[in-house]
């Protein structure tokens, strides 16, 4: 019962200082007058990866590189399968060409990188070193073109300064605590009920780590804010390989449990592709192709738990 109750103020821990955390991220950006894309990109998109760096370091240092790696792959096929998919089955999704061209290979290229270094077998410092360096490369770049866009929130009220950086803070604190319980409750569980390490991570860890993603788009999607959207899960996925692969590996480096590589690299790479093949075909993601994503992360999940 301990366990489960570790596991279920982890949950509601993440979601909170997840909120916190891009609140006070979107409050600082739009004080520095920076466009709804690059918000999306580079703070609410990495704000909502913060659960899945801090769990995943963790994890790491507890020794369980299982959850460490799964919950980077797992976030990254629930950010575009469940968490894109619903987002587009309530409210379709246009996508600009340009958003695809820049920051949609980019992700791609994440994901190539994340299937080699699986495939490789390891993940070592330098290589964590190498992802984090691609990492503050993409940022720049995104920084750079926010530029070009000063005026285009001109209009939104700011918050206090004060109270943004509070929200940072206090999300970031909240999050690492929820974070510590989430991945103690897991790595009990899973030993009691015999399940590997990386299933958990695939699974209860990546879906709960990525609940902040799924309040943002949803909300952003449904307050006209498609862009931004958009914009989070693509800049998560990045951040996750990137960015938490690259720290947790600097941290500790991991050796990769078998069993990412016979299926779980390979949905989240396919997932990727769908995403992009969607957006360049119709320029737009829609209800019907929302709703397939779904099917596909339903399928998935069906396979891990009962196949």
Do not use: H
Request: glycine share 14%.
């Amino acid at each position: 019962m301990i366990d489960l109750a570790l596991i279920v103020i982890g949950f509601a821990g993440l979601l909170v200082g997840g909120n916190w955390l891009v609140d006070g991220a979107v409050g600082l950006a739009t004080r520095w007058g920076v466009s709804p894309l690059v918000i999306g990109l580079t703070l609410v998109g990495f704000g909502t990866s913060m659960p899945e760096l801090v769990t995943s370091v963790q994890a790491a240092l507890a020794g369980s590189p299982g959850i460490a790696i799964g919950n980077v792959v797992g976030s990254n096929i629930a950010n575009i399968l469940l968490i894109l998919g619903l987002t587009c089955a309530l409210s379709p999704m246009v996508v600009a060409r340009a958003t695809l061209q820049r920051d949609g290979l980019v992700m791609l290229g994440a994901t190539g990188a994340a299937l080699v270094l699986v495939l490789w077998g390891s993940i070592t410092r330098p290589m964590g070193l190498l992802l984090v360096a691609g990492l503050a490369l993409y940022l720049v770049s995104a920084l750079r073109r926010g530029e070009d866009n000063l005026d285009c929130i001109s209009d939104t009220p700011a918050a206090p300064l004060w109270r943004a950086s509070l929200g940072v803070l206090g999300g970031l604190i909240v999050t690492i605590l929820a974070a510590r319980a989430l991945v103690s409750g897991s790595v009990a569980v899973a030993a009691s009920l015999g399940v590997s390490e990386a299933l958990i991570g695939v699974t209860i860890v990546a879906v709960g780590t990525s609940l902040p993603e799924l309040v943002t788009s949803i909300v952003a999607a449904r307050k006209g804010q498609a862009e931004m959207a958009f914009g989070n899960i693509i800049g998560s996925n990045i951040f996750n390989v990137l960015g938490i692969l690259g720290v947790t590996a600097l941290v500790r480096p991991m050796q990769v449990p078998a069993q990412f590589v016979t299926l779980d690299i390979w949905v989240m790479t396919a997932a990727a592709l769908a995403v992009l093949v969607m957006g360049a075909t119709g320029r737009r993601i829609s209800r019907g192709e929302g709703a397939a994503l779904l099917a596909g992360y339903t399928a998935y999940t069906g396979f891990l738990i009962f196949g």
